[in-house]
């Protein structure tokens, strides 16, 4: 894989699919050790006119494509996960009107150790910051085996309603209070979204309390399909 984009589209892009790669679970530690793909954003080329940047958890999968143009090219097709947090520390290290080149090697003597069950390193993410044409920063990263990652289909997925993101996240902000972050049984500790009669409900509860707020087709910002 060879691509180019530019830092600030790269940086935004990253931020935007890293959601699912950067939650609690997929962070920890422990896990990583089997499942690293999950603090993943795999990075693709080859659907269609875009590079397609996506994560995929337990709780969270988020997808999203950036259209080729004459600052976004691909110059080879190819696919790699490379682990989110510690990419986008690097991305936002940089500071300056850059390119960013990446290539991505995969070296055939890594992979999934099967004795010991630890899913490895298998290739080299590598990533040059380019200036008037002169190259100025480059780094390395590794990267995991995209076979390892897990799968969504989104293809069957009915879009329910549209919404301004800053109006989603303020309405998630009214009810997540009542939830209770450190409940075991994956119910208590997230927020609801319900559709009816053109109508969007966020709740959230803790089992004693309850929050609920909800948002009408005809307010602004918002489409109730």
Known sequence: ???TVPLKTLVD???KSAVGALTKESQDEERKKIRPTDSCVRISTGKGNS???ESSSPKVSVLCSIPKS???TVEKEGSCCVEASSYLKVL???SGKYSMQITYEENENYGKDSFAGVVQPN???TSIAIENKNQKRKGKDDTFPVKEFSEVDYSHNKVLFSVNAKMLKDSIDKVIFAIDPTDLSDLLDRVAIVVSNKTVYFAGTDGKRCAIFSLQNNDKDI???
């Open 1 to 3: 894989m060879k691509i």
């Open 13 to 15: 892009i990253m931020e």
């Open 51 to 53: 590079i397609v940047f």
């Open 70 to 72: 004459d600052d976004v």
């Open 92 to 94: 936002k290290s940089l």
């Open 123 to 125: 290739g080299k993410i």
């Open 223 to 225: 489409e109730v399909k």
